[in-house]
């Protein structure tokens, strides 16, 4: 919800543009760190779901950590000075781990053996001792879009639990790696707790396979992944980080001085963002009338990646049409007056069929020249921007 005068500004600038509400970021992390510490849980922000730089400022400003996936993300990280830093990702170039290696991130996330044996390999060069945890596959269903699916035997990532036997073995014979935890990621977007459950379940079993071959493991990193409502933003603009956490002290079992780690992208910047965008066109079609944007699939892909859906809400009729209210908001008469609304299509300029941001949307009488706010986006949005079409690189603007 954006008050009349963010939208007067709004009307000021240039679009398509990424808007931001820090204030909204600040009082989610909050909530955040509120729930995480009454156990002492350790919280790392994914970088991946938006690496703007107002965003990681207030991030690394509140104290959490950095969960970084590339070699420049782990440079972003360190140079902000991110309090702990851990290195995912399934593909790991040697520059990139020489980067954190110089860095001297905290942990190695990793996912072959092969992996384990170049980072040993390069650590030795650098006469250093490299600390890593095993992403293990869980093979735990995380009930969400299958691109966004990461914890199935079926995945790309991770370690199968058959091959742990082989792979720790042999990772305790070399000399230039330390090994201090394991980490699963299960999926993003995922807002049927229960999946959360069963890899507690699942990582509580791993955890007995590795006492019972003694080895201790300093750390568990669970991953992130925690939903958001892409259809009630308002309504639900924090998401229920107490309800998280406290499943995992309910059903995941750590041994004494043994620390617990979370990886959340999504669900600290989701909802501070939101894609502004005109309508330069209203066009007829045969079946159905398409609002044409000047914003498109390089600014926001998620919806032709993943068929997402996105609240969209015309935002030039709350502040001119029918007015705003002074604290506002829209007047409950007119939000529910179905008989003033009307069904578009909305969609980008970009020569692409998928470059679609929603299907038969509900919308007031839109015309040209009406700014549309496309809500939750802060997350996976702007990182994600590309000048396909060799259009401009999306800009950002701020709330205070
Ligand atoms: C993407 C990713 C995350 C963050 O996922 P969200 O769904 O944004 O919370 C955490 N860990 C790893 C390894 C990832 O790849």
Redesign the pocket.
Known sequence: MFSKQTIQKFQHTPTPFYYYDLELLKNTINALKKESDKYGYHVHY?L??NANNEILSVIQNSGLGA?C?SGNEVKKASDLEFDKIFF??VGKSDEEINVALDRNITCF?CESLQEIEVINELAQKKNKIAPIAF?INPNVNANTHKY?T?GLEENKFGINVWELEEVVKRTQQLKNIKITGI?F?I????TDLSAFKSLCLRANEIQSWFISHKITLEHINV?????VDYHEPDKNSIPDFAAYFSLFKEFLELRPNQTLHF??????VAQCGSLISKVLYVKKGVTTSFVILDAGMTELIRPALYQSYHKIENISVMVNGQGLMDNGKMPLAISHQPSSMHRYDVVGPICESSDCFGKAVMLPETKRGDLVAIRTTG??GEVMASQYNLREKVKAIYSK
């Open positions: 994914a991946k779901a969960d996936v995912a990702g996330n992403r966004i990461t980490h990621h999926g993003s977007q995922i991953g992130g992944g925690l939903g990886e959340i992208g999504r669900a600290i997350a996976y």
